[in-house]
Every structure is written in C-alpha cells, then in structure tokens.
Nanobody, 116 residues
Framework: QVQLAESGGGLVQPGGSLRLSCAAS????????MGWFRQAPGKQRELVAT???????NYADSEKGRFTISRDNSKNTVYLQMNSLKPEDTAVFYC??????????WGQGTQVTVSS
C-alpha cells in the first residue's frame, strides 16, 4: 500500500512561483512513474507533468518552460516547481503514482490559487 500526500499549495500572485511536494509512504516509490495532474472548477482532470522511475520527464504543452517535475527517491518525494504562474493555473493539483503491474495511487490534492 502506498499513500501520497501533497503539500505546498496556496495563494500566489500572477507571475509568482510555488513548489509542490508529494510525499509517498511505502518502500516501492522508486519503481513507480509519478505524475502531477490538475483539475480546475468545472473541468476535467488533466495531465501537467510526469517523471518515470528512471527520471525521464514529460510535460503538457502549456507547462513546458514554466513547470519542472523532479523526484528524490531517497526521500520518497516528487516535486513540481511552478514558475510564472497565471490565473488559469488555478486548480487542485493531484499527485499520481503509476506502475503497469501494481495499483495506481492518487493523493488527496492541494489547492493552487493564482490571483492578485
């Protein structure tokens, strides 16, 4: 069983930055691909960025150059550094753990609000 706990959300002004963290319990974190998704009010959950167990990254087109996903397997933690935030980035951000054999896990989400 793996549990994911996001933190780092909050209120930030347009153009500001936030770093989200997702801490995973359990000893198998390092074999999971990890991702960040977001869901804005009235919209479907969408992919923001992923990082494989080997460290390869992928981003949604709208986040390329602004967001950076990283992971620290020694801390069982995945991060999302978000820069140049826009009001349209306002959403609940969710951490996801994926493996083709083992169960998929989701965190409870952390709210990010970009507003002046």
């Amino acid at each position: 069983q793996v549990q994911l706990a996001e933190s780092g959300g909050g209120l930030v002004q347009p153009g500001g930055s936030l770093r989200l963290s997702c801490a995973a319990s359990g000893s198998i974190f390092s074999i999971y691909d990890m991702g960040w998704f977001r869901q804005a009010p009235g919209k479907q959950r969408e992919l923001v960025a992923t990082i494989t167990s080997g460290g390869s990254t992928n981003y949604a087109d709208s986040e390329k150059g602004r967001f950076t996903i990283s992971r620290d397997n020694s801390k069982n933690t995945v991060y999302l550094q978000m820069n140049s935030l826009k009001p349209e980035d306002t959403a609940v951000f969710y951490c996801n753990g994926y493996h083709p054999i083992f169960p998929v896990y989701w965190g409870q989400g952390t709210q990010v609000t970009v507003s002046s």
